[in-house]
Each structure stands twice: as C-alpha cells, then as structure tokens.
C-alpha cells in the first residue's frame, strides 16, 4: 500500500460530533476525475495504471494455490518471486506459510510476507492505518473492500518488495524508508472498477495523505502518555513540597503516640 507511500499519517478524523462531516470530505468523484486518477494518487507514486494488455499486478485473487502475482513477476522481469520481502513495516524477513487466522487476507495463506495475527480482520487491518480510509462516515461495502484488499498486497504479497522507492544503497537520502513503494503497476480496469464502487462514497484526501503506516501514530500515542505522565509527576512533585513546607512531610516517619489513659491496647 504505499503505505507504501504509505501508514499512513492518518490525519486527525474529519468526522465532527453530530453527524455533520468535516470539510476535508469530499465526494470521490471531486477527488479523483476515474480510476486511474484514483490509483496514481490516492498513494502517491506507489503504482502506475497500464492498460490491460500489458503485464500488471493483482490486488486480489482466488487460486490460493497459484498466486497470479508470480507469473506477472516473470513477465516483467524474467526472474522467479523473491524469496524475501524487500518491504519491512510489519513484514515478515521471508515469506512463508500462515494458519488459519490469516481472516482477511486468506488468498496469500500459503506464501505471505504478512503475519496471520496483523491481518485477521477489517478492524485489525483499519487499526494498522490509523482508523482506515472511512473518516468521513461508514464506507459503502463495495467501496471498503477494495481498499480491504490493497491493505493486504500491501501487507502480504512478496512481490511489492520489487517496486521500493529506495534501495538499501540509498540510505544517505533524506526521506529513505523500507516501506514506500514507486509505481508498481496495476491494471486499468481494476482501477476503474475501485473508482466505479466509491464514485458515490465520501472521502478526505488527508486520510492517506503520506502512505506511512503507524510509525507516526505510535510515536504520538507515545508522545501524548509521556505527557500525561509528565503532568502526573509535576502535580504530585508540588503536592509533596507543599506537605514538606507545612511540616507533614508525606513521607516522614510516623512516632508512637503513648495510648491515653483507659485506653485498651491490642
């Protein structure tokens, strides 16, 4: 997924209290003009629409025997699949077999560079990119599905890791990542029919506004409990101090009050 150029700084959610919708949310037809459109941009440069007579990748299958994707690698390249997965985010080193918790992404279970437990369902997979593409209200099925099924070729097709936007003799770069992918090429009919399901759905451009997955999130939620527990400390740090300058320090040492007379000791 681009996330690839992707993970996606999710942007804040462009869904207001009430119902009403941000103002980032826009029709998807005053977003994207078709498909191609859709796919070039909605991820930046990760992939590059080709018309259907030329060799092209596959978001979804269903031979989970025959991944279509490595013969289109063959085609393209001359070579056999990789035997590694070249993108690194919540990927696997090499691909390899998964179980039964797979959910989602059931078509790459006997070859995956994803973890069954990363993709066992649309909630798992929409909580990878930060809440998902539907900040604008509850997506259309048709329209989720599609973005369901490029969440998984971005998580578990080996062949993504052929089309990184950076090399590892890159790393001196400025923007250098594992994660970003550049113009990997999709089929135009399969990127008319996405614009073709969403074309009536509402949607922020902001939502996938750099395809970076949750880097960006964690180190926010990281960010915001450092916070909280920075203000914890400084409001328990002036409590002390105060019980210090009043002569009950909180933690002095209690003395033994002798029992006053009558009274009955335990």
């Not at 002036?238 to 335990?266: M, W």
Request: aromatic share 14%; charged share 25%; glycine share 6%.
């Amino acid at each position: 997924m681009k996330i690839t150029n992707f993970a996606i700084a999710f942007a804040a959610l462009p869904t207001l209290t009430g119902g009403a919708r941000h103002s980032s949310c826009k029709p998807f037809t005053e977003i994207y003009a078709h498909g191609t459109d859709l796919c070039e941009k909605m991820f930046s440069d990760a992939f590059v629409v080709v018309p259907d007579d030329q060799p092209a990748y596959h978001m979804w299958f269903f031979d989970t025997d025959n991944n279509p994707n490595d013969q289109v690698t063959r085609d393209i390249f001359g070579t056999e699949p990789l035997e590694e997965c070249n993108v690194q985010f919540f990927h696997k080193d090499v691909p390899s077999p998964e179980g039964d918790d797979m959910g989602e992404c059931h078509p790459w279970k006997q070859r995956s560079c994803c973890h069954g437990s990363t993709v066992a369902s649309t909630e798992e997979l929409k909580t990878l990119y930060g809440g998902g593409p539907d900040k604008c209200g509850v997506m259309s099925d048709a329209c989720e599905r599609f973005f369901v099924f490029e969440y998984c070729f971005y998580e578990c097709e080996p062949s993504v890791g052929l089309f990184r936007k950076f090399n590892d003799s890159q790393t001196d770069h400025p923007d250098f990542n594992t994660w970003q992918l550049y113009q990997m090429p999709m089929k135009k009919s399969y990127c008319d029919a996405w614009f073709d399901a969403c074309k009536n759905d509402f949607y922020s451009e902001e939502s996938f506004t750099s395809e970076e997955p949750k880097e960006v999130n964690k180190l926010s939620i990281s960010m915001g409990v450092m916070s909280v527990l920075f203000f914890f400390l400084c409001v328990f740090s002036a409590f002390l101090i105060h019980h210090e300058r009043s002569g009950k320090p909180f933690f002095g040492t209690t003395k033994s009050v002798p029992p006053a007379e009558g009274d009955v000791g335990i």
